[in-house]
């Protein structure tokens, strides 16, 4: 008798451990997944505010051509080739921001400046991002977590390489 209380306390505990574990790990898919969303976001933003440096006085036409093709690409960029278009983007708006400066009109510097404060922001959102990414990652290298397929079908997150970038 008593050893079948101690089994079934020890069964109970067991189950409870499972489903704390399986609850955790769908709260930090969760947290993958609206990092994500947040980043994508400020991303699309900051494409949009790309392509108005691009259509304004700041870059010469050819530039301006670059960095139109490289806002278009990161903003329409599938997930496989979203770091590519986003380095790309990176790099034309560094040209661009290192040529322009000098003769930006006031309406151009309220540009740039957003562009910097979005900047800012991406920062921010690549590292809560990648927070979660790692805190994900780690909870599911747990043995218990894949002897009972704790994660179902959720596919194991991922960041991606623009996210080291200096933006």
Same mark, same amino acid.
């Given at each position: 008798?008593?050893?079948?209380?101690?089994?079934?306390?020890?069964?109970?505990?067991?189950?409870?451990?499972?489903?704390?574990?399986?609850?955790?790990?769908?709260?930090?898919?969760?947290? !993958?997944?609206?990092?994500?969303?947040?980043?994508? !976001?400020?991303?699309?933003?900051?494409?949009?505010?790309?392509?108005?440096?691009?259509?304004?006085?700041?870059?010469?036409?050819?530039?301006?051509?670059?960095?139109?093709?490289?806002?278009?690409?990161?903003?329409?960029?599938?997930?496989?080739?979203?770091?590519?278009?986003?380095?790309?983007?990176?790099?034309?708006?560094?040209?661009?921001?290192?040529?322009?400066?000098?003769?930006?009109?006031?309406?151009?510097?309220?540009?740039?400046?957003?562009?910097?404060?979005?900047?800012?922001?991406?920062?921010?959102?690549?590292?809560?991002?990648?927070?979660?990414?790692?805190?994900?990652?780690?909870?599911?290298?747990?043995?218990? !977590?894949?002897?009972?397929?704790?994660?179902?079908?959720?596919?194991?997150?991922?960041?991606?390489?623009?996210?080291?970038?200096?933006?």
């Amino acid at each position: 008798m008593k050893s079948a209380l101690i089994l079934g306390f020890v069964l109970l505990v067991g189950l409870w451990y499972l489903s704390f574990s399986a609850t955790r790990l769908d709260r930090l898919h969760h947290r !993958v997944e609206t990092s994500w969303a947040n980043l994508d !976001v400020l991303l699309q933003k900051r494409a949009a505010i790309a392509l108005e440096i691009a259509h304004s006085d700041l870059a010469d036409p050819a530039s301006s051509l670059l960095l139109t093709g490289a806002a278009y690409q990161a903003r329409d960029a599938d997930v496989e080739h979203r770091s590519v278009a986003e380095s790309g983007l990176s790099g034309a708006l560094s040209l661009i921001l290192s040529d322009g400066l000098a003769h930006a009109s006031d309406s151009e510097k309220a540009l740039l400046q957003e562009l910097s404060a979005l900047t800012a922001k991406i920062g921010v959102a690549i590292a809560i991002h990648t927070d979660a990414v790692s805190s994900t990652q780690m909870v599911r290298k747990k043995l218990v !977590v894949k002897t009972f397929r704790l994660a179902g079908t959720a596919p194991l997150p991922v960041t991606y390489e623009f996210e080291s970038d200096v933006l």
